[in-house]
């Protein structure tokens, strides 16, 4: 049973970064669709950030492009997401999600059956 555990959320300063990490297992990241959610306060998560495992190159939301990237150490079974140049409305929960077989469920639908528990960021001067 997959399981995934976010770690590195906290208050960061406007222009700051942070670097998120998704811990995984159960989970192969070598064949795996992984993803990066953000859901701010009253709002629908939104997908930031997704990697296909056929051709590895992440995709991210415009809002987030030039700006976040996602990555992989399959060896630490863990994802990462830097953000760099936060912003107020980056604030909000974070969190990962895996999807063994089906890219198009997890990245372009959003839907996933297996999800970590998310990581709080908090953007404010």
């Known amino acids: 049973q997959p399981h995934l555990v976010e770690a590195g959320g906290g208050l960061v300063q406007p222009g700051g970064s942070l670097r998120l990490a998704c811990v995984t297992s159960g989970v192969n990241l070598g064949s795996s669709a992984i993803a990066w959610f953000h859901q701010a306060p009253g709002k629908e998560r939104k997908r930031v950030g997704c990697?296909?495992?056929?051709?590895?190159?992440?995709r991210y939301d415009d809002s987030v492009k030039d700006r976040f990237t996602l990555s992989r150490d399959v060896s630490k079974s863990t994802v990462y997401l830097q953000m760099n140049d936060l912003k107020p409305d980056d604030s909000g929960n974070y969190s990962c999600?895996?999807?063994?077989?089906?890219?198009?469920?997890?990245?372009?639908?959003?839907?996933?059956?297996?999800w970590g528990q998310g990581t709080q960021v908090t953007v404010s001067s």
């Open positions: 990697v296909n495992s056929s051709d590895g190159s992440p």
């Open positions: 999600a895996a999807d063994p077989t089906d890219y198009y469920r997890l990245c372009v639908f959003g839907s996933s059956d297996y």
